[in-house]
């Protein structure tokens, strides 16, 4: 079709597609970009290319495809702003997963790169030493020096490998960002109150139902914003998710 077509912006969208049911990831990339070079604003091409850049863990491409497509589907009060506000949250927390792992992984390197520093220069000590008793020391205080060091990065990665992950609840599905001062819609459901309300500029319907929806509408959700005040505090990490 394409060969017959080539000016078709859905025919590599559609081959996109299945080739990455087949998961030639790299060549669903090219057909996606192909897409976009004859449609800037699909939000189809920006959705499955996203799909394609996580799998091969490019992790910063994925996130930012992701967000274009949230950007069309809001521009355009597309029905498909979940599973793609759903691709958001899921790059995101790839991303961050990667992050954890590369950070414990530097942090495994670095403790191994300063005790063989360590044990090299006990070793040279040791050289130095004309009788048993001085090198006992030399071993004693160098082995207690090493100890300590290793018990200190222990403690440190006890404490930073904690699981660090954002609860669904504080995330608002307009912006990705944490809720700090939440409002609630007619359905139930929440979101930031100044994401919700530039929403409503543009378009004056509920997010999720299509509904009409007006500010006047919207309430305070007290708890929730404690929820996530409370959150914050324990968790400063979360503030740049």
């Not at 990339?29 to 192909?34: F, L, M, P, Q, R």
């Not at 950070?103 to 050289?127: K, P, T």
């Amino acid at each position: 079709s394409i060969i017959a077509d080539d000016s078709n912006p859905s025919l590599y969208t559609n081959r996109a597609m299945a080739r990455i049911r087949l998961g030639l990831y790299d060549s669903a990339i090219s057909d996606c970009h192909e897409s976009l070079k004859l449609s800037g604003g699909n939000l189809k091409a920006y959705f499955i290319l996203s799909q394609c850049q996580l799998a091969i863990k490019d992790f910063d491409g994925a996130l930012q495809s992701a967000l274009q497509a949230h950007r069309l589907c809001v521009e355009t009060n597309d029905k498909s702003l979940g599973p793609v506000t759903n691709q958001v949250l899921r790059c995101k927390k790839e991303r961050w997963e990667d992050m954890e792992k590369r950070r414990i992984r530097e942090g495994q390197e670095l403790e191994n790169e300063v005790i063989a520093i360590m044990e090299r220069e006990r070793d040279e000590m040791l050289a130095t030493c004309d009788n048993d008793l001085d090198k006992n020391q030399v071993i004693e205080e160098w082995n207690h020096k090493i100890d300590v060091l290793r018990a200190t990065f222990e403690k440190s990665r006890a404490a930073s490998e904690k699981k660090r992950e954002v609860p669904d609840w504080a995330i608002d599905e307009i912006t990705f960002a944490i809720m700090v001062d939440p409002v609630v819609t007619k359905t139930g459901k929440s979101y930031e109150r100044a994401s919700i309300m530039e929403h409503l500029r543009r378009h004056p319907t509920d997010p999720l139902t299509r509904e009409p929806l007006y500010p006047h509408e919207l309430r305070p959700n007290i708890q929730l914003r404690e929820a996530c005040r409370e959150f914050l505090e324990q968790n400063g990490w979360a503030v740049d998710w």
